[in-house]
């Protein structure tokens, strides 16, 4: 087991509830569920932190420009292998499946993201060398 290291942070009141009540139903504490939350977040951002090959899912939902959006498939086309628009009741969801250099993917995730959709990248597959995280 590694080492633990302590540190304080600030989260807003209904969150912590959140938290709180997210650890009492999965019968986990805390620290548990924000390790594991991390973890999750930064494996799903390695494409950020050392360049490497990857593939994966990038899924994007809420107001979503389609315009902006187009301009961005077509600009990144060299990286992205599939893409499809789903409607769930008024909603539209995209997927958009890349495998490419992490630096492409990281630009792509950047432009897609804004604050009228959700962008999450989910990697299926990288060629990166085994860290604490895998």
């Given amino acids: ?12 009141e209904d969150l912590a509830r959140d938290l709180d009540r997210l650890a ?12 594991g939350a991390l973890r999750e977040y930064i494996h799903d951002h390695l ?9 994966g899912i990038m899924i ?3 107001r979503i420009d389609h315009g902006r959006l187009f301009k961005v498939i077509e600009k990144y086309r060299d990286i992205i ?5 789903n409607h769930l009741g008024d909603t539209c969801l995209e997927t958009i499946i890349v495998a490419g250099p992490s630096e492409k993917i990281a630009c792509m995730h950047k432009e897609l993201a804004n604050d009228k959709c959700r962008v999450r990248y989910i990697p299926l597959k990288s060629e990166l060398k085994k860290t604490s995280l895998s």
């Fill in 1 to 12: 087991m590694s080492r633990k290291r302590r540190f304080g942070i600030s989260i807003p």
């Fill in 60 to 62: 994007i939902s809420g």
């Fill in 24 to 35: 009492a139903i999965t019968g986990t504490d805390r620290s548990s569920l924000v390790v």
């Fill in 81 to 85: 292998h599939s893409y499809t628009h």
């Fill in 47 to 55: 494409h950020y932190l050392e360049p490497h090959y990857c593939m």
